[in-house]
């Protein structure tokens, strides 16, 4: 019985990191990933959003994206009733041209209930999601059993490690959550409490030293990046619009 429970932990675990995985790539290059341009950055505009890539998230209802206007600029609404997923581009991006990346967003209202530090209650309003390679030998034996089993529901590996800027309720600014389910996914919190509700909000981060901070170690190739709006473990409706973002 005991092993049963551990094995049925443990996909429950996976399914919990089908989100993330979604943001990875390895192995062979598809032709949808973006490299940086030597000469310049990459630019995600809302009017964009059909090259972005829906992604769902396994027994959860579907956050709704839309291409809209805000306060008279093209945005995309993301709208969450008790739902979760996202949308994610699949990037190859060496450490040494991570640059600076600058995005912005607008919330309309917080969960009264959401708190990321605690599995039950995860949820957030926005996210902007990376996800990077790196060396799995170093991953410890939960976190190995959780990529490969991730990999056998979805196709795909979990990533070596996940860096989330996200809006919180109430844990302080700057400060670094790491995910209850796996140490490898670490949310940076660059907004809290309801002081900018109901108004765009930009935010310039240097990736590399984030990452540097949030992991203790130097960042692999980024393989990802998403933006996510989750209420399903509040059972929440929450609304949010996403902008331009940019890696210079």
Known sequence: MGSFRTGRRAVVYAAAALGLSACAWRGEVPPSVLDKPANGGLH????????????ALPGKLRTAFKLEKREQRPALLADAQSSASMLRQRLNIPPEQLGRLRFDWQVESLMSQADMSVRERGDS???????????RSRFSAKNAMLSELTRALTGEDMPYATLMYVWSNHHPVDSVIVNPRTDRVRKWVVESGAARLKQWVSYQRDVRADFEKAFGEAPGHLVGIAIMTDSDNTRSNVRAWYGDIRFD
């Open 44 to 55: 995600f505009r809302p009017q964009d959003k059909a090259q972005w890539e829906a992604v």
């Open 125 to 135: 309003p926005v996210r902007l999601i990376l996800a990077f390679d790196g060396d």
